[in-house]
């Protein structure tokens, strides 16, 4: 790699103040390019023929005392990675950084809408303003619901209970606010998990998809989930190189820049393991001298990833 002696903490330090997060943020535009293309025909599990994203954001916590700038609260700092990721390969198709502060659903403000793409997301995100936003750019949205919300009934649907399904509404929002801000109909699905016995509500503006397929596709964002986790504890954004926001920024996006490579690297080399499995890999064997598609595909690694989302058993099925 052409590294002959020991490289210390200061020089990668400097090395991130100095050059421009941006020379990194431009570079990962160029593979999400690639990326995205080699994996456009991988199948989904929901045999959709639509592109579906999932939309979240990790907060990177941060020393106070070394990150002033990035203040939360009076013994905090951070700063958030706003994701939205391409679930055919679990491609992060877009990606923005922000203070702690920053309120999950206003990056939706600067997200580009895809004509006829899914969004996937939480309740943090389901504000009316944001999502009539992707209603008019002819996307179609499915958000789990507040609590509380003030919808009024118009149809109920027939659904088959014993697969979960509580109900298959059209509503209408009747707040002063959320009427303005939605005026149009929407659709509320009510799902109890069959083991635990909790109850779910997510809404859409998609009424043609079948009432399972909807819970289903909410059930596939813990993907995203498993992304933020492996790219924080396998490619090292828990510990900064450099202070400033430039610093910050410069590793964030070399930790995107890293997931992305592995991932055009596997479609190439036409590998089959997933793609967290191959991060695993190359994190115990970066410098073995080995042919990389040996390594990748050698019979001595097994996968550790199991989906941990806390949501996975709520939705099995």
């Keep these: ?73 009076q013994a905090g700092a951070s700063v958030k990675l706003h994701t939205l990721l391409d679930l055919r390969g679990s491609i992060p198709a ?12 206003n990056v939706l403000d600067a997200l580009p809408v895809e004509p006829g793409a899914i969004y996937v997301m939480d309740r943090a995100y389901s504000s009316f303003k944001h999502l009539y936003r992707l209603q008019e750019g002819k996307a179609t949205f499915v958000v789990r619901a507040k609590k509380r919300l003030r919808l009024r009934r118009i149809y109920s649907h027939p659904v088959d209970r014993s697969t979960g399904l509580v109900c298959d509404q059209t509503v209408v929002p009747v707040g002063v606010q959320t009427s303005i801000h939605y005026p149009i109909k929407l659709r509320r699905i009510r799902y109890t998990d069959l083991t635990t016995k ?53 590793q964030i996006w070399i930790a995107i820049c890293a997931y992305l490579l592995v991932a055009i690297v596997r479609k190439r080399l036409g590998i089959n393991r997933d793609l967290y499995t191959l991060l695993q890999i190359l994190s115990v064997s970066l410098f073995e001298k080995t042919q990389l598609v040996l390594t990748l595909s050698s019979p001595d690694y097994k996968s550790s990833t199991k989906a941990g989302c806390n949501q996975l058993p709520l939705f099995d099925l």
Excluded at 224 to 229: A, G, M, N, Q
Aim: proline share 3%; net charge positive.
């Design 94 to 105: 877009f990606a923005h950084v922000s203070g702690g502060r920053f309120s999950d659903v």
């Design 198 to 250: 909790r109850r779910y509500a997510f809404l859409t503006n998609d009424f043609s998809l079948p009432a399972l397929t909807i819970t289903r596709l909410y059930r596939a964002r813990w993907r995203i989930e498993l992304f933020f986790k492996w790219i924080k504890q396998h490619l090292r954004i828990k510990i900064f190189y450099g202070r400033s926001p430039n610093a910050v920024q410069t």
């Design 1 to 73: 790699m052409g590294i002959r002696g020991t490289v210390s903490r200061s020089t990668l330090a400097d090395a991130n103040e100095r050059r421009n997060w941006r020379i990194y943020a431009d570079y990962a535009q160029v593979l999400i390019t690639e990326a995205r293309r080699l994996y456009a025909g991988d199948p989904l599990d929901l045999h959709l023929k639509q592109t579906v994203y999932a939309l979240d954001s990790s907060t990177i916590e941060l020393c106070l005392a070394l990150f002033p700038w990035a203040r939360v609260e």
